[in-house]
């Protein structure tokens, strides 16, 4: 006789998917599975996190923390002491994850593909990281997972240099990686008990990224195309929900939402234009900057930063004119406009101090602009401005780039305040939602008390841009 | 017998096990530290003439002062040295901007070429446990079929110092006679045999190297250890990775053209 095993939590997130195109899929009926837990639990909007890239937003609901706190502010950063790259990962995230906290209570866990959790922690259980992870080798913890991993083809994520050459061959492989997923999905639901279970579904976000003007324009070839995909993962969902008992506390959300692109905008190109960017003789990478002229440079996706004396390694404003220089910079950014349109491109520009902070749960603090300079530790590591587009306008860098505004093959981008959020059986904050006040409900659903500086509660809430 | 002892012991055993077993046997001696501490360890258990060939992958791009040490110490051991390159990949103009692909053609398909050519059965390499997770597994006789592949869970136990040297066919046996050491036992040993190691390793102006290999793919650690002993010392207090300089070099090499595709970049 088979043991029937049920986790006693589970999360199936699904990247990038905005609340505004599952409420037209569940109504055309290409979701009915999703369509009929909403219409018993209700759906709900959710904010996701500035600047709204995957790895913030994730490291946002895993730490349930802001990024002052956890370090993560996007795929790429500064590296210490030099201007090059480095790409945060969960070594970069200064804090615990929800994967560790539920193991110290020991908790029994599971996550699988999570973007920002490579390496894996080692938890009370199994970790498989995300799409960034090199190698499936690597991305499990313990490391004989990728013995079952291997033996079913499991797929770390779908090929996006694919999706740039044949959208049909893209589409194949993003079946591929999603059947492989759920596979191992169930295969792991069926190993144990376990207290906390989450599988995240990637394939959403790919797909959007590269089809979703062809679905919005109903193309005969891509849009059936892009339902079908959906349909899949409706199929999953509608086979978990008959997999769990009724009473099982489930959490099914996206982190961010998505809209057409109107233009990709070459930020690094538009601060050098303006002259607070000098490029380096040559250019090999977004920081090859020439610190000795530059005032200001940018990474991804709209993160400024003041290359700030006694700061940055050749840093040449002094810490005087920082507030100055952020000003100046915010405006410049504030009117940039597009050319065929005369839109503006940028909706806001804050400063680091207006979203962030650095430690306790008081939220953001009114700090002095030299106070918020010589801030260290993870708050430091932020961007001094963070540029919020509108939606249609996908921020990049294009430090060597010809021209500022262009459109590629790319057809959609992330947006802030439309994630979806279905709940079952666990108490959500009942307002406003932002994807990093999800860790909190999961520990208490779970018996386990909080850590004392988890955001997500009264003041420690970042506010709504 | 004190620890360097029993190390020193153990690996002299699976030595001479790989080549009472082996016909067909080689040693990679990729000039670093540890491939260096092996082929000491080799020199010893054959009384200064090693039996079988030592092989060298040569990438092309390794550093000068690895060149220098590899021909003046052959000369000097009087060592059979076979030197191997992916010609044809080098020719194609394979270098280290792509990273990645640089090492799959020059080091895996350079020694796919050298077992092919020579007909090698076992090779000896100097891989530790303690260098990578995914080394943890490892075994000292470890079998790889024709594409190199390793099977974890084909894994025999080794107990009672009893190895299953046997390999099916189309396969090769990896011998790793210094699994078993740790990066500070390495230099320990160096130190007390007084093992000759390129100047790579010590420090000048405030940084040295903690793990050779080709130019482009090393990053030198600050530090200011130049002796053997200093850089003891400095191991004993660190808490880094030995190769955080390579490895996450090619793994920052693989996030970026991943990045790139997704168009984030």
Known sequence: ?465 | MDRLDELESQSVYIIREAYYHYKKLAMLWSVGKDSTTMLWLCRKAFFGEIPFPLLHIDTSYKFPEMYKFRDEYSKKWGLKLLITRNEEALAKGMTCEKKLECCTALKTEGLKQAIAKYGFEALLLGIRRDEHGIRAKERYFSPRDEQFKWNYQDQPPELWDQYKNQAEEKTHIRVHPLLHWTEKDIWYYIKRENIPITDLYLAKDGKRYRSIGCVPCCSPIESNASTVDEIIEELESTTTSERAGRAQDKEDTYTMQKLRALGYM
């Open chain 1, 1 to 465: 006789m088979t043991i029937r095993h049920n986790p006693k939590f589970m999360v199936l997130s699904i990247d990038g998917v905005p609340i505004g195109l599952l409420r037209q899929l569940m109504g055309e009926g290409v979701m009915p599975n999703m369509a009929a837990l909403a219409g018993q639990v209700g759906t709900r909007q959710m904010r996701s996190v500035q600047p709204t890239v995957s790895c913030v937003a994730w490291a946002g609901y895993m730490t349930g923390k802001n990024p002052g706190k956890h370090g993560i502010y996007g795929f790429i950063d500064r590296r210490e002491g030099g201007y090059d790259l480095k790409f945060p990962n969960s070594l970069t995230m200064a804090t615990e994850n929800i994967w560790e906290l539920l193991s110290q209570a020991n908790k029994r866990v599971f996550g699988m593909n999570v973007p920002g959790s490579f390496p894996p922690r080692q938890v009370n259980g199994i970790l498989i990281g995300g799409f960034l992870s090199p190698s499936l080798e690597k991305a499990a913890w313990p490391a004989g997972e990728s013995n079952y991993l291997k033996s079913i083809d499991y797929r770390l994520d779908s090929d996006a240099q694919l999706a740039r050459r044949d959208k049909q061959a893209m589409l194949g492989d993003l079946d591929i990686t999603l059947a492989r997923r759920m596979e191992a999905m169930f295969h792991y639901m069926d190993t144990e008990d376990w207290d906390f279970f989450h599988t995240h579904i990637m394939g959403s976000d790919r797909i959007n990224h590269f089809l979703l003007q062809k679905f919005e324009q109903e193309d005969p070839e891509f849009a059936p195309a892009f339902r079908a995909y959906y349909r899949k993962i409706d199929e999953a969902v509608g086979k978990m929900l008959d997999r769990l008992p009724d009473d099982t506390p489930l959490l099914i959300f996206s982190d961010h939402g998505f809209c057409p692109i109107k233009q990709e905008v070459q930020l690094s190109r538009y601060l050098v234009e303006k002259g607070w960017t000098v490029p380096a003789e040559s250019v090999r990478h977004p920081l090859s900057i020439d610190p000795a002229k530059s005032r200001a440079y940018c990474l991804i996706p709209g993160r400024g930063y003041v290359n700030l004396k006694g700061r940055e390694p050749g840093g040449i404003v002094p810490p005087e004119e920082y507030q100055q220089v952020r000003q100046q910079l915010s405006r410049d950014l504030l009117d940039m406009r597009d050319p065929n349109t005369n839109e503006k491109v940028i909706r806001k520009v804050l400063m680091r101090e207006e979203i962030y902070w650095p430690s306790g749960c008081r939220g953001i603090q009114k700090m002095e602009p030299l106070e918020v300079a010589r801030q260290e530790g993870t708050f430091g590591k932020a961007a001094d401005v963070i540029a919020i587009p509108y939606d249609g306008y996908d921020l990049k860098l294009g430090l060597a780039g010809k021209t500022l505004f262009q459109k590629t093959e790319l057809e959609g981008m992330h947006t802030y305040n439309d994630a979806f959020m279905i709940a079952r059986g666990v108490e959500l904050p009942k307002d406003d939602l932002e994807i990093s006040m999800l860790a909190r409900p999961i520990l208490e659903k779970l018996g386990v008390e909080p850590p004392t500086d988890m955001d997500g509660i009264g003041e420690a809430i970042t506010p709504d841009v």
